[in-house]
């Protein structure tokens, strides 16, 4: 978890955007992803994009990609109440050894819409 | 789609007794994961495998075993259950190699020891 770092709390208003950030180490990093936890559930996969790409776009979702920056981010447009969960970044390692397959979680950005 | 399944969402268990947390996936994914989540600490890695029978170390594997005798099942075992060990476990899967190696997730264990 200390190679990818997220912000904890994010606040917006409904309709509004909400963009999340998330930075990483690891340059050989070949997937980013982002999930989506809701309480007291398992972590739903949102999308991800490849290290190649800078964007990526998927309805209300956007996901940006600066690899020089190491930086990451997901923007939500028209933020609904429904949108409130917590956000996990996590990246995947072409070059760790034996533990390809493995993800590498941030500790997750708890979302809160206000209506 | 790929459905993960856990043997329970809720648990609770008593100090000193041996748990066991089942996951079951129905796509033959080789890899398959536990992790447990604390507030303010994330997901961390506990244990996972890659095949049948093969198993690696995650970053807290104290206290906890795991066991992978048929692909699509990988058990936790906790062998003496301690109050540190209440959390929220969770079971994923992936395929590997595959194209993107995104993990999907089961709906999760609350374990609470008392």
């Known amino acids: 978890g200390e190679d990818v770092e997220q912000s904890l709390f994010l606040s917006v208003r409904e309709g509004d955007s909400s963009v999340i950030n998330c930075t990483y180490t690891?340059?050989?990093?070949?997937?980013l992803y982002w999930y989506k936890q809701e309480p007291g559930a398992g972590l739903q996969l949102l999308t991800y994009?490849?290290?190649?790409?800078d964007m990526k776009q998927d309805q209300r979702l956007t996901v940006l990609l600066n690899k020089k920056d190491k930086h990451l981010s997901l923007r939500i447009a028209d933020t609904q109440t429904g949108d409130s969960a917590i956000y996990f970044c996590?990246?995947?390692?072409?070059?760790?050894?034996?533990?390809?397959?493995?993800?590498?979680f941030g500790r997750g950005t708890q979302l809160t819409v206000w209506p | 789609d790929v459905k993960v399944t856990q043997s329970s969402r809720y648990l609770v268990k008593r100090t000193g007794e041996k748990v066991f947390l089942e996951c079951v996936q129905d796509?033959?994914?080789?890899?398959m994961f536990w992790y447990r989540q604390d507030p303010g600490l994330g997901l961390r890695l506990i244990y996972f495998?890659?095949?049948?029978?093969?198993?690696e170390k995650g970053d807290i594997p104290e206290g906890y075993s795991v066991s992978r005798e048929k692909k699509e099942r990988f058990s936790l075992i906790l062998e003496s259950a301690s109050t540190n060990q209440t959390s929220m476990y969770l079971c994923?899967?992936?395929?590997?190699?595959?194209?993107?190696?995104?993990?999907?997730f089961g709906p999760g264990t609350r374990l609470t020891v008392t």
């Open positions: 994009i490849f290290s190649n790409m």
């Open positions: 495998s890659y095949d049948v029978k093969m198993k």
């Open positions: 796509m033959d994914h080789e890899n």
């Open positions: 996590a990246e995947s390692s072409a070059d760790r050894g034996s533990t390809l397959g493995r993800l590498y």
């Open positions: 994923a899967s992936s395929l590997y190699p595959g194209p993107s190696y995104e993990q999907y």
């Open positions: 690891d340059s050989s990093s070949t997937y």
